[in-house]
């Protein structure tokens, strides 16, 4: 069975250009960028290439591109260099729903003695600026809020929030692993000092990934060793999958247009047709600007594990939002920080779609995924009058 | 993913015994929406006490439907009393093993059957469980469950405890006491049936002290009562009761019913309570 794959804010197919731009560097071309012959030396100008694609991409000059090894080591080198560098400033603001590679991050910094500001976002899964301007004091040393999220789609006003925190002399990191290729991002207009973006995210492979650090901005790597990156990442150099994001994120930027046009079209046909086919549905994050390929839909008195398994008879790839799926008893922070009622929370179902996808995809979910949530909620205790009352066990002091 | 294994899936894709029963002998509910499982058991149950027919409704992942379409259908057929000495391992033996962090699942079949049967027996509903007798105020996890997951599973991490009871899941605040009820039984369980904990004089002097200051004196404190050990003789406890207890009409009901019960649970179960009138 070919998957009907919605679960791109996972990870994505490879696309086949990138797949045949890596190829040669684990072949023929294997030399070491860093060598004094001209083996060597021919693949540096293949990640000289890659370098000036992906800066292309960002609006910012090659020389800000730093080569990592992922999303997660870019915003650990983000936030850890800026805390080193600034050893007076023992403050950190950042948000109750970023991804695991900054939150846990941040939640270990506060164990070793910074001290944090975590801001709350409302029912819509939108940020407070005055929240913001306001958390911002003169020993913060940086401030980390992510461009999209992961789980909802929802963006964060990213000109307004680098005007305050500009305003305020702090340093300002975004996570845009979910953005980066989906909404434009041009460095020349944003002020932030690093954003970080993902290769598995947008069609190249996993395992490789770009921390943009403003020209001027105080840094201090995080791995030690080589020369490589210009003294800020040691390490010889992942040549295949460089070249794979070069060429990934210029793909990506000339699709741009396609993802807010058709690949839109195709997430709302999604949204609307399950909101009209399911009764008792709602959009987690709905009344907020969201990314054009995210759809995070909620279906009362049901189970996410359950609802995946199902659909996954038919190969329908999505993600979930419940408890069950990640091993986790409670529903994802973002939903809970949202405030999204645990009769929802439990059901809660991500759609993420990609240029990949086609309208043969969408009409397969509007067919199938109706009468799977009809199944379950038959197999329910909670019908739809008696559901809320229907609490057994204690109220939750959540 | 989840590795479930062949049988869960049957279960879970064609659960047996679905759905709601007309005039049933018996109904046991554990779990709600918030919990993010739930599961409804309805049994009939004829004059000579045999389960003719079990059927259910549940809210859950796949491993909570299989879990109750495996109990219902170990349930069909048996006697209450052979129903009495179902466990979850046996749900999950039935289903060829659960992911260990799915086996609350199991356990939420036994809690419903269990129920089931105190509703059968005419009891009152065990749910909602009073705030003061939960460990886990987020999944509303009494220490009853907790401790008889430990002893029928042979739990030996608080990690353990949370796979299979969801206790501690949440916000996680209960996770010293849960630290504290496994001790415990882990205690319990290393010594042979039946036989007493051996004990030094200090120890057991110890170990009394610390209920008292630690249990016994914050829960007469509440009520504005207070004690004092006044001295240990063997198994003898000689204790004053200070405060509100004094002249209570109640307190001799504290002494054996709360401070003896309690000592002879946690400490020794020859132990008796004296009082020293001062």
């Known amino acids: 069975m070919k ?3 919605l679960d791109n804010n996972a990870t994505t197919q490879v696309a086949p250009e990138v797949l045949s731009a890596m190829l040669p560097f684990f072949s023929e071309q294997y030399g070491n960028p860093s060598s004094m012959h001209s083996f ?24 800000e591109i730093v080569f990592t090894s992922c999303g997660t080591e870019g915003d650990n080198t983000a936030i850890r260099s800026a805390l080193e560098a600034q050893p007076d400033k023992r403050h950190i603001v950042t948000t109750r729903v970023e991804h695991p590679a900054v939150l846990s991050l941040c939640k270990h910094l506060e164990d070793k003695g910074y001290e944090v500001t975590w801001l709350d976002v409302d029912s819509e899964g939108r940020l407070s600026l005055k929240d913001l301007e306001k958390s911002l004091r003169k020993d913060t040393a940086i401030v980390s809020i992510m461009a999209a999220n992961n789980e909802t789609g929802v963006l964060f006003p990213l000109e307004d929030i680098a005007r305050i925190v500009k305003s305020h002399g702090a340093l300002l990191h975004t996570d845009a692993v979910q953005a980066v290729g989906k909404i434009p991002l041009d460095m020349g207009r944003l002020p932030v000092d690093f954003l970080v973006l993902s290769g598995h995210k947008l069609h190249a492979p996993k395992g490789v990934g770009a921390l943009y650090v403003r020209k001027g901005t105080l840094f201090r790597p995080f791995l030690i060793g080589g020369h490589q990156e210009g003294g800020r990442r040691a390490g010889t150099e992942n040549t295949a999958a460089i070249v794979a994001l070069g060429q990934a994120v210029e793909l990506a930027t000339a699709a741009m247009d396609e993802e807010n ?3 839109r079209a195709l997430r709302d046909r999604l949204e609307r047709g399950l909101l009209a086919a399911v009764p008792d549905s709602r959009i987690n994050g709905g009344g907020a600007e969201r990314l054009p390929n995210t759809l995070s839909i909620a279906f009362k008195y049901v189970e996410g594990e359950a609802i995946l398994l199902l659909l996954d008879r ?23 920080a949202m405030g999204v009622p645990f009769t929802f929370a439990h059901g809660s179902i991500r759609f993420s779609l990609s240029r990949y996808t086609t309208d043969a995809d969408i009409d397969l979910v509007l067919r199938e995924l109706p009468p799977i949530i009809a199944r379950l909620r038959q197999l329910s205790p909670f019908s739809g009058k008696e559901g809320e009352a229907a609490g057994f066990c204690s109220d939750h002091s959540h | 993913m989840w590795e479930y294994t062949d049988k869960v899936m049957d279960h879970f894709l064609n659960p047996r015994n679905a759905g709601e029963m007309d005039n049933p002998s018996a109904v046991g509910e554990v779990g709600s929406l918030a919990c993010g499982d739930a599961l409804r058991l309805f049994l009939k149950i004829n004059d000579a006490g045999v389960i003719e027919d079990a059927t259910f409704q549940t809210f859950g992942c796949a491993s909570a439907i299989a879990s109750s379409s495996a109990l219902t259908e170990l349930l069909k057929g048996k006697t209450v009393d052979e129903a009495k000495a179902l466990t979850n391992k046996d749900i999950a033996a039935f289903l060829g093993g659960l992911p260990k962090e799915k086996m609350h699942c199991s356990v939420m079949g036994q809690e419903a059957l269990d129920a089931a049967l105190k509703n059968w ?8 469980a009073a705030e003061g007798t939960l460990v886990c105020k987020c999944f509303g996890v009494t220490e009853e469950t ?4 430990i002893r029928e599973n042979d739990l030996k991490t608080v990690e353990d405890v949370t796979s299979f009871t969801k206790a501690g899941g949440g916000c996680g605040d209960c996770i010293p006491d849960l630290e504290r009820i496994l001790a415990e039984e882990r205690a319990a369980m290393a010594r042979p049936a039946g036989e007493a904990p051996k ?19 914050p829960a007469l404190k509440k009520d504005g009562g207070n004690i004092e050990l006044v001295d240990i003789e063997g198994a003898t406890v000689k204790v004053a009761l200070r405060g509100a207890c004094v002249g209570c009409p109640s307190s001799q009901l504290t002494l054996k019913g709360l401070v003896e019960k309690r000592l002879q649970e946690a400490v020794d179960p020859d132990i008796r309570i004296e009082e020293v009138r001062s």
């Open chain 2, 199 to 217: 004990m030094t004089n200090i120890q057991r002097m110890m170990l009394v002290t610390k209920v008292i200051e630690e249990e016994i004196r």
């Open chain 1, 3 to 5: 998957p009907v794959y």
């Open chain 2, 146 to 149: 907790i401790r008889r997951a």
């Open chain 1, 314 to 336: 038919f190969g329908i790839c999505a993600s979930s939002g419940s408890a069950c799926t990640s091993g986790s008893l409670e529903p994802s922070h973002v939903l809970r």
């Open chain 1, 261 to 263: 046009t058709r690949v």
């Open chain 1, 40 to 63: 060597g030396g021919a693949v540096g100008a293949h990640l000289r290439r890659a370098r000036a694609q992906v800066a292309k991409g960002l609006g910012c000059e090659p020389s």
């Open chain 2, 121 to 128: 027996r005419g009891e009152a509903a065990p749910a909602p």
